[in-house]
């Protein structure tokens, strides 16, 4: 009897295994593994409806999501009253508004990029769609980009400034908040008409608020008219992880990539032997001395090539322990150079020195341009060449009033343009700020990466703002 009552049991737990609708998200067993991302395959009520009266949508997926996910990832612009249910079936989620919708209101639905179906595959591009409560729908369009490293938790925020004159995202929740997708591409299309300001935000905390100790924020140019009639484009931004600025070279990424002479004394990203540094390479040293100061270095350093030559330095200093050498003049492909720094103040008798060869031109690569309609740019544009992969190999020229730019003798790799109008003639691309408002400085950022082998040149590349 009792072995009866145990196989009675099995069957009945296999039984209710099977039931549909129940908590473990399981999906079908055998085939390929699944790289692809989730989709929507059915959404009601159907997109741009108007004179809605529901209390509730549903979307149904093509394959099992990761449900936490989804209600991390889903929001609605305005954000109705009350909190949000969620009924799931399968592969179908149902979400309620137990206070229901205003009334002659569109609603704009947004699952952004959290979502992930349970094989970990995160959805690739935010689901949007949008109705109306009223007999009539917003159909206001904007879009733009972001350029960022990273792409995670990366919002736009929109304010209308007919309901908010001067809105602070430290404060105030944004109109819209839209996610981008994973190339920074952002777009809505039912926006309400009017002047918008916005910003791009990495909302760490997903709260809809910026937290200047924590999160990082960037402003536009100026601010944009939306109408129903009306595509509003490239309303674009760069994200300061875009940008290497002077704390960089404060922070511990940048001194990991400096190595230490045989002494511990002297640190540089430049060692013995080396090959790699092209004529336009940046060269930095790090003295772990507090016995030497900057006039003491550059009275006591030289640089020759192996015949006896002398080779001219600039120096440009971070601190007093952190410089950067630039060579000029007789500095060319293929130069054995020997870098000397009489340390004898710190220990009797010794001299740092650093042999290695400029690399050779075939080795090295050339990234060229010009600025279009440059007359219709008032003041100084400095353009930029970043290293995609070394930030502290980053470079720039300063177009006065000239509109051709070229660097030459980079190494081969991975860069990126980015050029801005210099307002305010700091030679720091300034970002803005979201409160008291001040625009950033309009800036030009090429769509894709150059990716550019030693003996090539990336030519007649085109600056426009």
């Known amino acids: 009897m009792a072995k009866f009552n145990y196989i009675l049991f099995v069957l009945i737990a296999a039984a209710f295994a099977l039931l549909p609708g129940c908590a473990n998200q399981l999906p079908p067993s055998g085939g390929e593994d699944d790289k692809e991302p989730p989709k929507a395959e059915y959404i009601n009520p159907k997109p741009n409806t108007v004179n809605f009266k529901g209390k509730s949508i549903s979307i149904k997926f093509d394959e099992y999501v990761d449900r936490r996910s989804f209600t991390e990832s889903f929001f609605v612009t305005p954000k109705p009253e009350g909190e949000m249910s969620f009924n799931w079936s399968g592969r179908e989620v149902e979400v309620e508004f137990p206070k229901g919708l205003k009334s002659n209101t569109t609603y704009l639905f947004i699952t952004g990029k959290l979502l992930k179906d349970i094989h970990n595959n995160f959805l690739s591009e935010p689901i949007q769609f949008a109705v109306s409560t009223g007999d009539k729908i917003d159909m206001g369009k904007l879009s733009g980009r972001v350029y960022s490293k990273n792409y995670d938790r990366v919002y736009v925020f929109l304010y209308n400034l007919a ?14 908040m839209i996610p981008v997708n ?9 926006l309400a008409p009017g002047v918008y300001r916005l910003f791009s935000v990495f909302d760490n905390d997903r709260n809809g608020l910026y937290d200047k100790a924590l999160e990082s924020i960037s402003c536009t140019d100026r601010d944009y008219a939306v109408s129903d009639s009306l595509e509003v484009r490239n309303c674009n931004f760069v994200m300061p992880n875009m940008i290497v600025d002077r704390k960089f070279y404060s922070g511990k990424d940048f001194f990991a990539s400096l190595k230490s002479d045989s002494t511990g004394i002297i640190f540089s990203n430049v060692t013995n032997g080396q090959k790699t540094a092209g004529p336009l390479s940046r060269m930095y040293f790090y003295c772990k001395s507090s016995l030497i100061d900057r006039n003491y270095i550059a009275s006591n350093t030289s640089m020759k090539d192996t015949l006896g030559n002398r080779i001219r330095m600039v120096f440009n200093w971070y601190n007093d322990t952190l410089f950067e050498i630039s060579p000029t003049g007789n500095y060319n492909f293929g130069t054995p150079c020997i870098l000397s720094f009489d340390l004898n103040k710190v220990r009797t008798g010794f001299v740092y020195s650093l042999k290695y060869t400029v690399a050779e031109e075939i080795k090295c690569v050339e990234i060229s341009g010009f600025v279009k309609n440059r007359s219709d740019v008032n003041g100084g544009i400095i353009v930029n060449i970043l290293n995609a992969d070394k930030p502290e190999q980053n470079f720039a020229r300063t177009l006065a009033s000239d509109s ?12 990126y343009l980015f050029a801005y109008n210099d307002v305010n ?20 950022f090429f769509n894709k990466k150059i990716s550019v082998k030693g003996g090539w040149k990336a030519e007649n590349l085109t600056v426009e703002f």
Request: hydrophobic fraction near 30%.
């Open 163 to 176: 309901k908010n004159a001067s809105p602070d995202p430290a404060k105030d929740k944004a109109d819209y």
């Open 425 to 444: 003639s700091d030679s720091e691309y300034d970002f803005g700020e979201p409160a008291p408002f001040r625009p950033a400085e309009k800036f030009f």
């Open 182 to 190: 994973n190339e920074g591409v952002y777009k809505t299309g039912n």
């Open 404 to 415: 051709v730019f070229a660097f030459q003798g980079l190494i081969e790799g991975d860069y």
